[in-house]
């Protein structure tokens, strides 16, 4: 399997070039194009992500697409949902960490799993419960917006708003709270955080997938500050 990221960082698009009988396993929706000796099989069979009734706290889908080269080598390619960047990462035996929607396609061996965040995160609110990524193989995350990475020492700690957190390694530990209390959080328009603790590498998105919705959302007509411009458009019509 050879994996090439184009595109970047705004649009990536994945080309996935597969040898005969190689398969890659991707979330529904996120196929762009393949070539005819590719075939498609949408599976929930597996272990892992797609047969755990755990998955469904993760926020990622039960169901998951199969493409395997058949009679000969084959080309996939892959797009995530929204404008932004991909990672490729190959694991070794180690486990990696993907918030909620940021899996995007890995090898058909991986083990995909969820996994609770820690009771210290959900009495907080946080309710995070993060995907780990197991085992030996290629595997694709995505961001909406550029990915930043955050390299950790040992006992060093960064702190990253809910909202922008895409992966993390096994070795970095993590706690999730809010900003200051209720009042403070109100006023300032931030919420919750996760603190990382290294060793280990985190990666974030420059651009927040609930921000955004919430900023386009308060722009639509008759809703947000727009709503006294839309009466008076009305008026005047």
Do not use: C
């Amino acid at each position: 399997m050879d994996i090439e990221l184009t595109h970047k960082p705004s649009y990536t698009h994945v080309r996935v070039d597969l040898d005969s009988g190689e398969s890659i396993l991707a979330e529904p929706g996120a196929m762009v194009s393949h070539s005819p000796t590719i075939s498609i099989e949408t599976t929930t069979s597996r272990d892992g992500l797609l047969s755990s009734a755990k998955s469904m706290l993760g926020g990622e889908s039960l169901l998951a697409n199969e493409f395997t080269a058949e009679g000969g080598s084959g080309i996939i390619t892959l797009a995530p949902p929204t404008p932004g960047d991909v990672h490729h990462h190959e694991l070794t035996g180690e486990t990696l960490y993907a918030v909620d929607g940021a899996f995007l396609a890995s090898d058909p061996n991986i083990d995909i799993d969820s996994e609770f965040g820690g009771i210290k995160s959900m009495l907080a609110g946080a309710s995070i419960t993060p995907l780990a990524l197991k085992g030996t193989g290629n595997v694709l995350i995505e961001a909406f917006g550029g990915l930043e990475t955050v390299e950790l020492d040992a006992g060093e700690s960064y702190t990253i708003d809910n909202d922008h957190v895409v992966a993390w390694e096994e070795s970095v530990t993590f706690d999730a709270h809010r900003v200051g209390g209720l009042k403070s959080t109100l006023l300032s328009g931030e919420g919750l955080v996760m603190d990382f603790t290294g060793p280990g590498t985190v990666w974030y998105q420059t651009r927040g997938l609930d921000s955004f919705t919430s900023a386009i959302a308060d722009a639509l007509p008759g809703t947000g500050d727009n709503d006294n411009d839309a009466s008076g458009l009305d008026d005047f019509i």
